[in-house]
């Protein structure tokens, strides 16, 4: 990993700090100071990996992934925008999609064989 370019460096601590940070926030009690606080930590964190997810391209061109960087940007907006108006039901179901489907199943999806996580974890 610390041969792999500064995006990815990035990209991937950002996602792993998300990952952890979001498990628990799902797990602990909600409305809290302390969870709106590092809700909004998440938020940010979640903002780096789709903002740097750009400057990881295969080929030199954009792939489907980086339309699930866009995707996963507009959901955050409309999470921020749910809670911020009292949507507490469209916050928490759009911030476990994100969980659930940014995270953790991308993250499945750079654990395949050939590419670089799998490398990294697992050798060749």
């Known amino acids: 990993m610390l041969q792999a370019s500064f995006a990815i460096q990035i990209h991937t601590a950002a996602a792993v700090l998300a990952f952890l940070l979001g498990g628990w926030l799902l797990l602990r009690r909600k409305g809290t100071g302390p969870h709106r606080a590092l809700g909004r930590l998440w938020v940010g964190l979640m903002l780096v ?65 050939g590419r670089l996580l799998h490398m990294v974890l697992f050798g060749g």
Request: charge should be positive; glycine fraction near 16%; avoid cysteine.
């Open 49 to 113: 990996v789709v903002i740097s997810s750009y400057w990881i391209r295969t080929g030199g061109g954009f792939s489907w992934i980086h339309g699930l960087s866009v995707f996963t940007f507009l959901m955050l907006v409309l999470a921020v925008w749910a809670i911020r108006t009292g949507r507490r039901t469209t916050h928490l179901g759009t911030m476990i999609g994100i969980y659930l489907g940014a995270l953790v199943g991308a993250g499945i999806g750079a654990l395949m064989p």
